[in-house]
């Protein structure tokens, strides 16, 4: 069972900078995928940014050029620039075991399997 874990949330002002980071256990020889989700209130969640386990990446087109995912040993981080009250959310690490032969939809949560409980960023204007 694979346990996820987010921290890194917060509040900022807008232009500022977040990071984000997703701490990841059990899991084991398998091939992952992962992405983060934000969600905000009265909003469905909304992929934000995905990285394979080739280490390519997929990002929303709200957050191209200002949002980084990375991913090293056991941990996922999304870096945060440029923030906009427009990003005020719940962001979600996710994962989901990577099926070889098919290609993911690897911004849509129906993917996912595996999901943390959640870390709030608020930007302010």
């Known amino acids: 069972q694979v346990q996820l874990v987010e921290s890194g949330g917060g509040s900022v002002q807008a232009g500022g900078s977040l990071r984000l980071s997703c701490a990841v256990s059990?899991?084991?020889?398998?091939?992952?995928?992962m992405g983060w989700f934000r969600q905000a209130p009265g909003k469905e969640r909304e992929g934000v940014a995905a990285i394979d386990s080739d280490g390519s990446t997929k990002y929303a087109d709200s957050v191209k050029g200002r949002f980084t995912i990375t991913a090293a040993k056991n941990i996922l981080y999304l870096q945060m620039n440029s923030l906009k009250p427009a990003d005020t959310a719940m962001y979600y690490c996710a994962s989901f075991e990577r099926e070889w032969g098919r290609i993911p939809a690897f911004l849509e949560a129906r993917e996912y399997t595996w999901w943390g409980q959640g870390t709030q960023v608020t930007v302010s204007s």
């Open positions: 059990g899991t084991t020889d398998t091939t992952y995928s």
